[in-house]
């Protein structure tokens, strides 16, 4: 790292030209502008008379040296601005000695710049006037009266690896909150203070003071935006107090980074800032992180993730100082008081891409056992090395920890040095080496007990919260953009664009050949009309063989005497070849007689066929009407596939799926049913390829990205995953399941910062939608509420999820007392374990770093009356699933259920149980009704009927209306062969006034049930519902074969008509197809029906036995016989 040179460079600040300036005795007054850098006057200008249009020509230029080995460092630099007070001088009067002077105002130059590696920079800075200033009344004009300034150094105050390596740190510290009753305006004055450290140079700690809060006792809300200031004392104009182009522009709670951002607690929020007590800094301090620094500071967060940040209160007190009745107001030694700590999440600060965090939080009585728990901070900043620095330096108490260097001469001598920081922040060289270092074992007499607070927890009793701001010029860990995240992918998975058809090829060789072979055809027809007309038109329909026999002669002759048939030959030539070079691939010569003849045979053979073609595709004969086809569209092939998928018919449904593609094989949809499907029969490999296939069609696809990510993991490329997981967070960052995802991802790495950060983003965007979705219902009912009263009303938010309120509660059976609502949970965790130990899979745990979670009552369980859903349609391919595996938003919504749904919905069922575990543990999920019914499914799947039916118990019990926990005990019992259970609960499903999510299979399973019991008119019924909502040929297999039984005969031959041309290839179609036409008597159709029936291997043995009894009834039937 390249060292910064031991020597001393000059900073020159250069005032050009003033504008706008006017004086107490005139707009033309004398005026002079005096410099002052770190409490040091750099000095004063020449005389300067103001013109009458206000300007004044200055050039006046200061400096002062830049050290950073013991004089001005870069953290002066950072937080201390130049200051420049424009003095006017008053004419003598008769008799004065000494000129009177008058201060006109004072502009502040940030030098921030020189921190960005900038050598010099030209700024224009306002003059700000004092109070009673001519100046606070502007000229006419329009300009602001202002300070045209440059700053020059002669080279870069920032090495290379600086610039690139370090940081500044900028802490405002905006305010504290609803603090205790005892703090009271009147009285002894107090100083209130907050500070906390961080590392500045290397693993040295800087402590950052803030001062001199101001009490106010509330009433209103504090005005944003609203500026911020410096942590300077003794600006002379109130204008120069605030930083340029910095100020504090508040914002939504739920935004926050901070314990009090949910929406239950914007109640207390608002009364706090609106009506309570509060104490006012507004005060912004910065802080240069050399490369170490940054090191460590990035090291501390990640190791002790809180971070303390004390607040107290001392009492000013006046002592004599100086001269004979002068005094000073000073804090007295030693007298803390109302020693508080919060506990500032400094984690999100390791997030990719995060420079900023701002929000409130707690204040909790300062007790060295718990800070160091929480913290691993082992000094007090204000009781251990305050007290340090007390007993070294009695002058400034806890207002000035430590001395400075003695300041310079031009300082008026009728006033005391100050040896103190101007700004009360202590050097960093003089500070204790290290928050972790070491601890005073003697508090301050007069401090309460280390174990014991009481002052202290007067802020929990009132509720006292402070809000803080902490950003970064840069983000300490660097994010990937998403140019590099689309070009990652991109190497990964090329994007495959559809080919383009060439204008030569094969295809175009045989369309050539087929127009020349129509020309030459009409030329030798034009010639034979020439020839023989009109003996044809005499002739016409007597004309015999041996007529056109002669007449094939005389056209011959004629042909081979004039040239033509030459001609002919010569036209036919060039598309020969191009057929012999593209169709053929003959491009050098044979290697012997007998290869060329036997090509010439065959291809003679195949140009005489395409002859033939082209001869009948001009001339054509009388051509038979086409066959009517039915057409299947691709959603009907979907539904097919999923029947075939639901009754374990593999094979067919993955010959639906590939006829989809074969048909449409640049529609992404296509591929990833095709990889779902794969997903379920677990090939992974081929899954993968699907998914893969997708990405390459589009590559700014978020469900192809997030499904590659997921057989990623699965496959365990896990760097691949990442990629994927991220690329699809930066194309949306909207998306709730990207984000959890990307948070599982990083559980699995044990990266918990970033699994942390993933699950916090992922909540908040959840939020955002919630809110979004309400506003969006309420505005479309015309009903305009508060948002915010709306919070507090119906929902509550937790660290990963929101629970919305209903107004309609139904009420959940459940043991009294909260030792039985433990126990229950004990039972929850203990079938979870259970079911990590059927799954090999590990239940992982989820960590909540905010502290004030634990203290929270859990909520109670409300379950919503859900709302009528539309009926699903064959065309909506969203309803295409498994049963169970898509079911209505319930009362609690958190982001672990939204990414349970998208991976139930694509057929993940071996990632779902890691999710499941979150959703367990989840403060705002746990096991609800929704919970019970995806683990009854995955064990459905498993064909664990025992298992399923104990959680579709639970979900009974949860929730006892729900049709969705019908549906699913229905499609249990029916696997399970318990077709009479089955039967109620599929009536009971039905009956609701709300569809369960998935109500095919349902009505499909009930139709044959009614069959089976020969209740035929209900399975009519039951199968035309089907048929209506979504028609197959299952479902009118069913209502063929109910109305076969009912002897509705032409009904029954429609239905199976219909059946039968969504799909041929079923032999019970056909079956019953015999059976029709046999009773109403068409020999013909029955033995065709019948020969099918045999060619496809009806398995029915049942309905075969009752073919043949009809077939010998009637006669007829069986052709075998």
Not at 542 to 555: I, Y
Not at 903 to 910: D, T
Not at 917 to 939: D, F, I, K
Not at 1062 to 1071: G, Q
Request: glycine content about 6%; aromatic content about 8%.
């Amino acid at each position: 790292m390249e060292q910064v040179p031991s020597t001393g460079r000059l900073v020159q600040i250069t005032v050009t030209e003033g504008y706008d300036l006017k004086g107490f005795k005139g707009d033309t007054p004398v005026t002079f502008i005096r410099a002052e850098f770190n409490q040091v006057v750099l000095g004063d200008s020449a005389k300067i008379t103001v013109s009458p249009e206000g300007s004044a020509k200055y050039n006046f230029t200061s400096s002062f040296e830049f050290n950073p080995e013991g004089g001005i460092t870069l953290d002066d630099l950072a937080h201390k601005p130049v200051f420049l007070t424009v003095t006017e001088v008053l004419p003598k009067e008769k008799k004065q000695k000494e000129e009177k002077t008058l201060i006109l105002g004072q502009a502040v130059v940030d030098l921030l710049p020189l921190l960005e590696g900038q050598s010099s920079f030209q700024t224009t800075v306002p003059l700000h006037p004092v109070q009673g200033s001519p100046l606070e009344t502007p000229r006419s004009s329009a300009k602001q009266c202002s300070l045209e300034v440059k700053v020059l150094v002669a080279e870069p105050l920032l090495t290379t690896a600086q610039i690139s390596g370090g940081n500044l740190l900028k802490v405002t510290l905006e305010a504290a909150y609803s603090v205790p009753e005892s703090f009271i305006p009147t009285g002894p004055g107090q100083n209130y203070m907050v500070g906390l450290q961080v590392p500045s140079l290397g693993e040295k700690d800087y402590p950052i003071l803030f001062k001199n809060g101001t009490l106010k006792l509330g009433g209103e809300r504090e005005p944003v935006p609203r500026p911020k200031k410096w942590p300077i004392a003794n600006i002379l104009a109130p204008g120069a107090n605030n930083i340029p182009d910095a100020f504090i522009v508040g914002g939504p709670y739920e935004e926050e980074e901070g314990e009090l951002n949910h929406p239950e607690d914007s109640e207390f929020r608002n009364q706090a800032e609106c009506i309570k007590k509060r104490i006012i800094w507004d005060l912004e301090s910065r802080c240069y992180l050399d490369p170490s620094a940054v090191v460590s500071f990035q090291k501390r967060i990640a190791d002790c993730r809180l971070w303390p940040v004390e607040i107290t209160r001392v009492p000013l007190v006046t002592v004599p100082k100086g001269k004979a009745g002068k005094t000073e107001k000073t804090d007295e030694e030693g007298q803390l008081s109302f020693h508080g700590v919060a506990y500032v999440n400094m984690v999100p600060l390791l997030y990719p891409g995060v420079k900023r965090i701002r929000g409130a939080f707690h204040v909790y009585p300062y007790l060295d056992s718990v800070v160091h728990e929480k913290t691993k901070c082992l000094l007090s900043l204000f009781r251990d090395i305050g007290h340090h620095l007390i007993h070294n330096n009695k002058i400034g108490g806890i207002n000035s920890l430590l001395s400075k260097q003695a300041v310079s001469k031009n300082l008026k001598e009728d006033k005391p040095v100050k040896e103190k920081d101007i700004d009360g922040r202590p050097r960093p060289g003089d500070v204790a080496p290290s928050i972790q270092s070491q601890s005073s074992d003697t508090p301050l007499e007069g401090e309460p007990p280390l174990s014991h607070n009481p002052e202290g927890q007067q802020y929990v009793e009132a509720g006292t919260y402070i809000v803080l701001e902490i950003q970064l010029d840069k983000a300490l860990v660097p994010k990937r953009m998403p140019e590099e995240l689309a070009r990652r992918v991109k190497e990964m998975i090329p994007p495959r664009p559809p080919l383009t058809r060439r204008t030569g090829g094969a295809q175009k060789a045989m369309s050539d050949y087929h127009t020349q072979i129509k020309n030459i055809s009409r030329a030798i027809l034009d010639e034979y009309y020439r020839m023989f007309g009109k003996q044809v038109a005499k002739l016409e329909s007597d004309m015999d063989s041996e007529t056109l026999e002669e007449q094939k002669c005389q056209l011959s002759y004629e042909l081979n005497c004039s040239g033509k048939y030459f001609a002919f030959k010569e036209q036919l030539k060039h598309a020969v070849v191009k057929i012999v070079r593209e169709k053929y691939l003959k491009t050098t010569s044979f290697e012997s007689q007998e290869e060329l003849q036997t090509f010439i045979s065959e291809l003679y053979v195949f140009l005489v066929d395409q002859m033939h073609v082209a001869l009948n595709q001009t001339m054509p004969d009388d051509v038979q009407g086409t066959i009517a086809t039915i057409f299947t569209s691709s959603e009907q092939l979907r539904l097919f596939a999923f029947e075939a998928e639901v009754n374990e018919n593999f094979e067919m449904a993955a010959a639906y799926y590939k006829e989809r593609l074969v048909r449409e094989p640049q529609n992404l949809d296509h591929w990833l049913d095709y990889g779902a499907f794969c997903l379920l029969t677990e090939d992974n490999i081929k899954a993968q390829e699907c998914f893969r296939k997708a990405l390459s069609l589009n590559q700014s696809h978020i469900h192809s990205l997030l499904l590659c990510g997921v057989l990623a993991v699965l496959l365990e490329n896990y760097e691949q995953a990442e990629i994927f997981f991220e690329d699809a967070t930066c194309l949306e960052p909207t998306n709730v399941v990207a984000w959890t995802l990307l948070g599982l991802y990083y559980e699995i790495q044990n990266n918990d910062i970033r699994m942390e950060m993933a699950f916090h983003e992922a909540s908040k965007q959840l939020q955002a939608q919630m809110l979004q979705a309400q506003v969006t219902k309420q505005k479309s009912a015309g009903v305009v509420e508060d948002i915010e009263e709306r919070g507090k009303r119906e929902s509550s938010l937790g660290p990963w999820g929101i629970t919305n309120g209903s107004a309609t509660a139904i009420k959940v059976e459940a043991p009294a007392g909260p030792g039985a609502a433990l126990s229950i949970l004990d039972k929850f965790l203990e079938e979870s374990s259970k079911l990590q130990s059927d799954s090999q899979e590990p239940i992982l745990t989820t960590q909540t770093w905010d502290p004030s979670i634990n203290q929270k009552p859990s909520n109670t369980f409300i379950k919503e009356i859900p709302t009528k859903k539309e009926a699903s349609k064959c065309q909506d391919s969203s309803a295409f699933l498994h049963p169970g595996l898509h079911y209505g938003v319930s009362q609690t919504t958190t982001i672990f259920m939204e990414t349970i749904r998208f991976l139930m919905k694509v057929k993940a069922v071996q990632y779902v149980h890691r999710v499941l575990a979150h959703e367990l543990l989840c403060p705002q999920g746990g096991p609800s009704c929704e919970y019970y019914l995806v683990l009854a499914q995955t064990h459905i799947l498993k064909k664990d009927f025992a298992k399923a039916e104990e959680y579709l118990q639970q979900a009974t019990q949860m929730d006892y209306l729900n049709p969705n926990v019908w549906g699913l005990k229905g499609h249990l019992y029916f696997l399970n062969g318990n077709h009479s259970e089955a039967k109620a609960c599929y009536e009971r499903t039905i009956s609701f006034v709300v569809d369960a999510s998935e109500m095919h299979f349902i009505f499909l399973r009930l139709g044959l049930i009614y069959l089976e019991e020969k209740e035929y008119e209900k399975a009519k019924k039951t199968y035309m519902q089907a048929c209506k909502r979504s028609p197959s040929c299952l479902t009118w297999l069913g209502l063929g074969i109910a109305c076969y039984r009912l002897e509705e005969l032409t009904e029954a031959e429609d239905a199976l008509s219909e059946a039968n041309a969504l799909n041929n290839y079923n032999a019970e179609v056909w079956a019953y197809l015999a059976l029709v036409c046999l009773k109403v008597g068409r020999q013909l159709e029955a033995e065709q029906a019948y020969k099918y029936m045999i060619k496809l291997k009806l398995k029915d043995e049942a309905l075969l036995a009752e073919i043949h009894t009809l077939q010998e009834t009637v006669g007829f039937g069986n052709p075998s016989f």
